[in-house]
Structure formats: C-alpha cells, structure tokens
C-alpha cells in the first residue's frame, strides 16, 4: 500500500477512532457522578462513531483498520505504541457495566487520550517517511 494511502487510512482513525473516543468524557462536568461516567465510557467505547450508515464501536474501527492496514506497519515502533494505547483503552470495555467496581475518571481519561496522541504520532511518521 502507498504511503498516500496510509496516510488517508490514518487520518481516517484519528476523525473516527481518536476524536470520537475521549468526546464523551469531554462533555462530562468536573463533578460527574458515576452514572454519569459509566455512560460517557460506554458512549466512548460501544457507541464511539455514528452516522447515517450505524453504529461501530472502538473495537470495530480497530479492528477493521488493522484489517486494512495488515503488514503494513510491521517493524514500525510507532504503531507498537498505538497498538498499546487501543489495547489500554478497549480494556475499560469490561467495566462499563460493573457497578461494583468504581471508576477512577482521571485513569480512564489517560488511558483514552493516549489512542489519539498515538495516532498522530503514527501519522507523523508516516508523513515523514513519505
């Protein structure tokens, strides 16, 4: 695939993944109950991009943009820490609904902020080695 094309693919994530991802946190007042952040979590990572055409969760914008990008990024460090970032996210997955276990807002905002600061760095590296 051409660098053209990646870096489209990425630009891409990052509208879909990146910034669709932390929004809902974005919203919440500074005093959100639990409640309150349980649903922005599960809007983050079940909900994460709607359009016209339905819903995708976090997981399924992943998942279909390592189908797309497959070998593509092998060896590239950058990605390495991508890869992390989602992983570190996705894992919040299974407490959106346990209610016996509290959420830390402050953990759960840097765990989903790393996705799009990692993005972007995988998108300057590819703008680079253009």
């Given amino acids: 695939m051409d660098a053209?094309?990646?870096?489209?693919?990425?630009?891409?994530?990052?509208?879909?993944?990146?910034?669709?991802?932390?929004?809902?946190l974005n919203y919440l007042p500074p005093d959100a109950a639990?409640?309150?952040?349980?649903?922005?979590?599960?809007?983050?990572?079940?909900?994460?991009?709607?359009?016209?055409?339905?819903v995708k969760t976090a997981r399924e914008i992943w998942a279909a943009?390592?189908?797309?990008?497959?070998?593509?990024?092998?060896n590239v460090i950058v990605f390495r820490l991508l890869e992390e970032a989602v992983a570190g996210a996705l894992a919040w997955e299974s407490t959106i609904n346990d209610l016996g276990y509290p959420l830390d807002r402050v953990m759960i905002e840097n765990d989903l902020r790393k996705v799009?600061?990692?993005?972007?760095?995988?998108?300057?590296?590819?703008?680079?080695?253009r």
């Fill in 4 to 24: 053209d094309k990646l870096l489209d693919l990425l630009l891409d994530l990052d509208h879909d993944l990146g910034k669709y991802i932390v929004m809902p």
């Fill in 34 to 54: 639990q409640h309150q952040l349980r649903a922005a979590l599960g809007n983050a990572l079940l909900l994460t991009r709607q359009t016209v055409q339905g």
């Fill in 65 to 74: 943009f390592c189908a797309e990008t497959a070998g593509c990024f092998e």
């Fill in 116 to 129: 799009p600061f990692a993005i972007r760095g995988l998108i300057e590296e590819t703008k680079s080695a």
